[in-house]
């Protein structure tokens, strides 16, 4: 992995008011410092690991205390993104070894673009940053998938977060992809004992049971493993909360299957990457398309999560 900027980010870099680079424990990062929040995204990945709002300076987001960053490993926490398939890679034409969720999250990505936009006071207020995965047409070809696609993605940093997955089919004829995808959110919670989840309401297949078309439950609580990928309404707006209080607001949209995953007890115990107790102060809520969706050549496809307070 090259651990360094392409020359068109560092111009973009120095122009922004808002946006800084750290070659840090964590790897490259961009942190982005507005007038409204804090946040840091990892080149590794095009994973953003933290946001901070700054009217309450609470973490949304969760990152594993043992997380590795060796630019090889995926990263346990923050909001990996899963492209072009969700989970074990299912095709058969896929090489063996395919890796778990695709392979962008553990891809390096370049910075495309940044926009600023300023109050009456020039403080900037609104930072948005583009990012492309780097060299994607070797790996779309090393795939067997159609090398005219092209990923990127948008972060808006402000009082709310927004992330939105853009995949266009760039050639006027070609075999058609099927895809699936997640912006794989791990959100910071105070503790899993007390939190509620609202307003995930479609049917889930449950992976931990292997079992297909259950009921969301109401109320919805974790109190054991969880895996599930719910049908989800068109234009979603999940809440969690703790106990009593609002805790984080999501909305989705352009998917079609919403994923809760906790790994509770035994499974974090598994996880060389988070710690035994981890599993307590996280809940992953991910907008993604699963089951497959059909891309045709020409088209463009978006997902996206917004995360306010
Ligand atoms: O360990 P990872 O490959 O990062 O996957 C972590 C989890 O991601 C998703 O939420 C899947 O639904 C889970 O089945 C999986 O265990």
């Not at 999250?105 to 910075?111: A, I, S, Y």
């Not at 995949?167 to 959110?185: E, F, K, R």
């Not at 895996?227 to 998917?255: C, M, P, Q, T, Y």
Request: include cysteine.
């Amino acid at each position: 992995m090259s651990e360094s900027l392409l020359e068109p980010a560092q111009s973009l870099l120095e122009q922004a008011k808002s946006v800084s680079i750290e070659r840090g424990k964590r790897g490259l990062c961009l942190n982005i410092n507005n007038a409204r929040a804090l946040a840091s995204v990892s080149l590794f990945g095009g994973q953003l690991l933290s946001y901070i709002d700054k009217s309450d300076a609470r973490e949304r987001l969760w990152l594993s205390e043992s997380a590795i960053f060796d630019g090889k490993t995926p990263i346990r926490g923050g909001v990996p993104i899963c492209w072009p398939w969700f989970g074990a890679p299912t095709r058969p034409s896929l090489p063996a070894n395919s890796p778990s969720h695709g392979f962008v999250r553990t891809r390096n990505w370049e910075l495309c673009d940044i926009q600023e936009q300023c109050n009456s006071c020039g403080e900037v207020i609104r930072t948005s940053l583009m990012l492309m995965p780097q060299d994607l047409k070797q790996a779309l070809t090393f795939y067997g998938l159609p090398p005219s696609i092209r990923v990127s993605l948008k972060l808006i940093i402000s009082d709310t977060c927004t992330i939105t997955l853009h995949t266009q089919y760039d050639a006027p004829q070609g075999p058609v992809l099927a895809l699936s995808q997640a912006i794989h959110s791990y959100f910071s919670i105070p503790d899993i004992a007390t939190l509620e989840i609202k307003g995930i309401h479609g049917k889930y297949a449950d992976k931990v049971n292997s079992s297909q078309a259950n009921k969301s439950p109401s109320p919805y609580r974790i109190s054991s493993e969880t895996d599930r990928i719910h049908a989800a309404d068109a234009n979603e707006h999940i809440k969690l909360f703790s106990g009593e209080e609002e805790w984080v607001s999501i909305e989705h949209a352009g998917h079609n299957g919403t994923v809760v995953w906790n790994p509770w007890q035994e499974k974090s115990r598994q996880l060389k990457d988070m710690n035994d107790s981890g599993f307590t102060k996280m809940v992953c809520i991910e907008a993604a398309t699963m089951p497959e969706v059909v891309l045709h050549p020409g088209q463009l496809l978006s997902i996206s999560q917004c995360v306010s307070s």
